[in-house]
């Protein structure tokens, strides 16, 4: 079965860095768009980051642009997510997402239309 597993969350202070990683397993990786979408207490889940398995340049909240950086590793199967300059705002549960998507079509910004989930990873930005 399909199995995506996050790792690295955490506590971290204001301005400081966490790289969060997602790795997949019993999915062809490579036929999948991955995403990060996080969800705070209290709050809509929302689209954080997203990359198509052609490549190309990714797609980032506006929140979080510039700061954040998602990558992709297909021989490894996981995806990352560098988290940089991080503020109290970004506190939340972290989930990775698998979208099936083909060449032509781009990366999806609405969790409904990922496939599988991760269990998520807290990460909290202390002030």
């Known amino acids: 079965q399909v199995q995506l597993v996050e790792s690295g969350g955490g506590l971290v202070q204001a301005g400081g860095s966490l790289r969060l990683s997602c790795a997949a397993s019993?999915?062809?990786?490579?036929?999948?768009?991955m995403g990060w979408f996080r969800q705070a207490p209290g709050k809509e889940r929302e689209f954080v980051a997203g990359?198509?398995?052609?490549?190309?340049?990714?797609d980032y909240a506006a929140s979080v642009k510039g700061r954040f950086t998602i990558s992709r590793n297909n021989a490894k199967t996981t995806v990352y997510l560098q988290m940089n300059s991080l503020k109290p705002e970004d506190t939340a549960v972290y989930s990775c997402?698998?979208?099936?998507?083909?060449?032509?079509?781009?990366?999806?910004?609405?969790?409904?239309?990922?496939?599988?989930w991760g269990q998520g990873t807290q990460v909290t930005v202390s002030s």
């Open positions: 997402a698998a979208d099936r998507v083909y060449i032509w079509e781009p990366v999806r910004t609405q969790g409904h239309e990922y496939d599988y």
């Open positions: 990359i198509h398995w052609i490549g190309g340049a990714p």
């Open positions: 019993g999915l062809t990786f490579s036929d999948y768009a």
